[in-house]
């Protein structure tokens, strides 16, 4: 079978030209660069996010998920390796967009914001503070290009490219998702302060999510535990991890070194941790 993507956490196949397998390794990225020390069981953990949250949200708008059952997978993928970790989705015509949802001030918004009091095309209303929750959530577009680097875009130039009512769909379900998910997390102690979605068209045209939705790799969960307004809430995930490539000098560093088994364990066990508050039943 034929890997058409390895992606920095994921490995893609292509199974037909109706289907793509996705994979969830356990690889972590911190600072943009990968690391030679896998995380075990980060991929599960992603993989099992994705798979509840799209079931939490398959009334909202249809997502590409076929089915996650081993029987279902093509026979290369049966084996434990694959475990908990592999995917069957619909190939979709994907949009070469990321659709990032915004519900508080922080990232690369807080950092333009600061100095240009705008952000994507966006004025506000009032004065914001770092890591302050927005009056309502936004969507700041991004476009995904070929250097792979991705490029914040205004919502006037996403109209531009896909048309003012798409743009308006798109928006529309991806704040819906933000908001349901957003209220379930917080409830279980977690803030989900962004995320970001990616949609493409199936064969018959209609629009479907596609992608990861609402892992610690695609979103920012903070613990609601911690939360304070105008300090910079510690990252749920990676913290330990970027906490020993900054204080031994390896930050951003190619190639990165192995991290201390210690700080590779303490990193499972928050990832694991982050699939039990979502997932387990209270
Ligand atoms: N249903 C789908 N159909 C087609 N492509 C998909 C589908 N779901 C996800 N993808 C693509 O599969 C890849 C997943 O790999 P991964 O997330 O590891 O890549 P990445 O390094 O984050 O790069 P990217 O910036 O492209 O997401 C992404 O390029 C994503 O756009
Ligand atoms: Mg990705």
Redesign the pocket.
């Known amino acids: 079978m034929k890997k058409i993507?390895s992606?920095?956490?994921?490995d893609?196949y292509e199974v037909s030209d109706k289907s793509?397998v996705?994979v969830t390794t356990d690889r972590l990225s911190a600072f943009d660069v990968i690391l030679p020390t896998p995380i075990s069981g980060k991929g599960v953990v992603l993989n099992k996010l994705s798979l509840f949250w799209f079931d939490y949200t398959r009334d909202l708008v249809p997502n590409?998920v076929i089915s996650a059952e081993p029987a279902d997978l093509p026979s290369l993928f049966r084996a434990a390796e694959f475990d908990g970790r592999t995917v069957l989705?619909?190939?979709?015509k994907?949009l070469p967009y990321e659709f990032v949802i915004r519900g508080y001030m922080f990232g690369s918004m807080w950092d333009t914001y600061k100095t240009e009091k705008s952000f994507c095309g966006y004025t506000f209303d009032r004065e914001y503070k770092q890591a302050e929750k927005l009056d309502t959530p936004i969507l700041t577009p991004s476009a995904?290009n070929s250097e792979?680097h991705?490029e914040n875009i205004s919502v006037a130039r996403l109209q531009s490219e896909l048309g003012a009512e798409l743009t308006e769909k798109i928006r529309a379900v991806a704040v819906a998702l933000y908001n349901r998910c957003y209220d379930y997390a917080l409830q279980r102690g977690i803030i989900i302060a962004d995320t970001k979605f990616?949609l493409?068209f199936d064969e018959d045209g209609a629009l479907?999510l596609?992608?990861?939705i609402f892992t610690p790799d695609s979103s920012r969960f903070w613990d609601a535990g911690e939360y304070t307004i105008g300090a910079s809430p510690k990252s749920y995930d990676k913290q330990f991890v970027r906490d020993w490539l900054t204080a031994n000098g390896q930050k951003g560093v190619t190639p990165a070194p192995e991290i201390p088994a210690e700080v590779a364990r303490k990193t499972s066990e928050i990832y694991a941790d982050c699939l039990k508050k979502i997932t387990e039943v209270i």
């Open positions: 993507i992606g920095k956490v994921r893609v793509l996705i590409h989705v619909k190939k979709l994907m995904k792979g991705d990616e493409g479907v596609a992608d990861e």
